[in-house]
């Protein structure tokens, strides 16, 4: 009885996702940590860890490394903001105003891309970026110029980050606004307010959880996409993680490369809990800002020094 009760109780049905994180994540997160106390021995060979320091660590936190960490950094927060300010009116249009018939229809379409490989994704837009892609001819048919020349620049990583991480940002965001339900708006345009005042104080705080999802789910895999700075940046778009690819691949040094993935996921922790804690900060701000103070008496109910004993013990 004991027996299975433990293998079909709580503690065994959830087994598989400890299994997962176990074996998904923990394992390979403490191989790469284990991996960047070590050093490489020689030419041949990518690791040692007979000899444990921190030596990786000082070569990691070179200059090169924290200016190309900046550069991410702010490649990341751009597009993620501007993967916010187009998936908000889509997501509302979508969740608020399409018919319920067509709305798979379209949630469909912005799945689509997802559908293609992320590689051939990417190099799609090399062929359109290209200064013989048809943006540069087109921009040359109306005589605005030479040659579109932006492949290979940090403005070309900008635009392949929105393209390719755009949905993670619509999916959740349509979730939260679908669910925070006609009632609430129809409720609050009775009251008086507009569509522009439900919007900010109905629709948007209530679809706040899909947006911090959606931020979260562009910002932690941006930090350490490297497949777009390869394809689209070249030498003027290096992301971290083109680096931390090179020193595995390239390189062979995988004591080097771990130390820098470690660093780089301790500044994504780091920068997100500064973020959270600003955003709850604004947010208390906000609330204290909008709240309504309601005058003694307004509610019919006499205050609790006013009434009498049994009547305030009830």
């Not at 993967?83 to 912005?110: D, E, H, M, N, T």
């Amino acid at each position: 009885m004991k027996l299975r009760q433990r293998l079909f109780g709580p503690g065994g049905l959830s087994f598989p996702t400890w299994a997962y994180m176990v074996f998904f994540f923990v394992i390979p997160v403490a191989l790469v940590i284990w991996y960047s106390f070590g050093y490489k021995p020689d030419e041949f060979t990518t690791y040692s860890t007979d000899t444990l320091s921190l030596d990786r660590y000082r070569e990691a936190l070179s200059s090169t490394f924290l200016s190309t960490f900046l550069a991410t950094l702010r490649i990341s927060v751009i597009g993620t903001l501007i993967c916010l300010i187009i998936s908000v009116p889509f997501a509302y249009w979508l969740a608020v105003k399409v018919p319920p018939r067509r709305r798979s229809i379209l949630l469909a379409l912005v799945l689509v891309p997802f559908w293609t490989n992320f590689l051939v994704r990417t190099l799609g837009w090399q062929v359109i970026l290209s200064p013989s892609g048809f943006i540069s001819q087109a921009v040359g048919a109306i005589g605005l110029g030479g040659p579109f020349d932006v492949l290979y620049t940090r403005a070309a990583v900008q635009i392949g980050v929105v393209y390719n991480y755009l949905p993670l940002m619509i999916l959740p965001l349509f979730v939260a606004i679908d669910r925070a339900g006609k009632n609430l708006r129809e409720a609050s345009r009775d009251l008086g307010a507009g569509r522009w005042r439900t919007f900010m104080q109905v629709t948007l705080p209530m679809a706040a959880p899909g947006i911090a999802s959606g931020c979260l789910l562009i910002f932690v895999p941006l930090m350490g996409d490297y497949i777009t700075a390869s394809v689209l940046g070249g030498a003027h778009g290096t992301m971290v993680g083109t680096l931390v690819a090179s020193q595995f691949n390239d390189g062979a040094n995988w004591a080097l490369g771990a130390a820098m993935a470690v660093v780089l996921m301790l500044f994504v922790l780091a920068t997100v809990v500064v973020v959270g804690v600003i955003v709850l900060i604004v947010k208390r701000l906000i609330k204290w800002h909008l709240r309504v103070d309601i005058p003694a008496g307004a509610t019919g109910r006499r205050p609790a020094t006013e009434r009498p004993e049994a009547e305030v013990t009830a």
